[in-house]
């Protein structure tokens, strides 16, 4: 997300409209972000459409010269552009989004956060008490899916009182997965996690709440069924405060589109 110029934390949006006003354009760009994130939250891939308005007698950019030139101004960051697409004018990337998809590592094993892999640092999340039981963190996950009130389950900010509580969450798993270079360590009896989300959007630290409560699950901390509960209690106070995932084991992993929409023909100029 944009900051302003008091700010001490810099945002990737920020950083886009910089390197984007290299492209000489006749107004400054606008990027439109398909979904912002918190500080410590990762992006494997997030989208966001801009309108760009060059000189009379320019020809338009296409998609391979957005992406090398933008590229070039960006190189001193972490930060790629990896496909550009030519969309009509009714496009947004934030309203037009199907669905987003989320995933949360989790690294369990661990019984003191100095063992947690140098190179996995601020990836992941080793909660406290080594192992987690996955299997009551699966049942627990199922009264997540669907179409809730889910109040319980984000953190209030200056937008609570503008938007609907209600979510339709379409996806939840927990699967194993790998570590970086983690064949190296095997002997070190380390397991990686990850939890996936998906949804058409999600309330203000919705992920890192549920992700939170289903570890405490794991840990025995709370039953499946409390997950029911807290659901129904609707209420952002009865999350306990141990139910907060931090944000490094976060990602944004993609952003869903109708393929129509990222397949329009338009003509140069337009």
Same mark, same amino acid.
């Given at each position: ?17 910089? !390197? #984007? /006003?290299? @492209? ?9 972000? +398909?979904?912002?994130?918190? &500080? ?99 049942? !627990? #996950? /199922?009264? @997540? ?9 984000? +953190?209030?900010?200056?937008? &609570? ?110």
């Amino acid at each position: 997300m944009k900051t302003s110029n008091d700010q001490s934390v810099v945002g990737v949006e920020n950083y886009l409209e910089k !390197a #984007a /006003q290299n @492209l000489n354009p006749i107004v400054p760009i606008k990027f439109h972000i +398909s979904s912002r994130t918190d &500080t410590g939250v990762h992006a494997l891939c997030n989208s966001a459409h801009l309108d760009i308005q060059r000189a009379p007698g320019k020809p338009a950019f296409n998609e391979k010269q957005l992406i090398y030139s933008l590229n070039y101004h960006l190189r001193p960051e972490p930060i790629r552009i990896l496909n550009v697409y030519r969309v009509s004018n009714s496009f947004h990337a934030r309203f037009s989004a199907l669905s987003r998809t989320y995933i949360y590592r989790l690294l369990m094993g661990c019984a003191h956060h100095s063992e947690v892999p140098v190179f996995e640092r601020d990836l992941c999340w080793a909660p406290a008490g080594g192992q987690l039981n996955v299997p009551a963190m699966r049942d !627990a #996950a /199922q009264f @997540l899916l669907g179409t809730h009130d889910f109040s319980t389950f984000r +953190s209030l900010n200056s937008e &609570t009182p503008l938007q609907s509580p209600v979510r339709t969450v379409f996806q939840v798993d927990i699967q194993p997965s790998s570590g970086f270079l983690s064949h190296h360590y095997e002997q070190r009896g380390l397991e990686f996690w990850e939890l996936k989300f998906r949804s058409r959007s999600f309330l203000y630290r919705q992920v890192r709440r549920m992700v939170g409560a289903l570890v405490a699950v794991g840990q025995g901390k709370l039953t499946p069924h409390h997950i029911k509960e807290l659901l129904e209690r609707k209420d952002s106070r009865a999350l306990p405060p141990y139910a907060m995932a931090p944000p490094s084991g976060l990602f944004l992993k993609s952003v869903e589109y109708n393929e129509a929409d990222l397949a329009t023909t338009v003509a140069p100029g337009e």
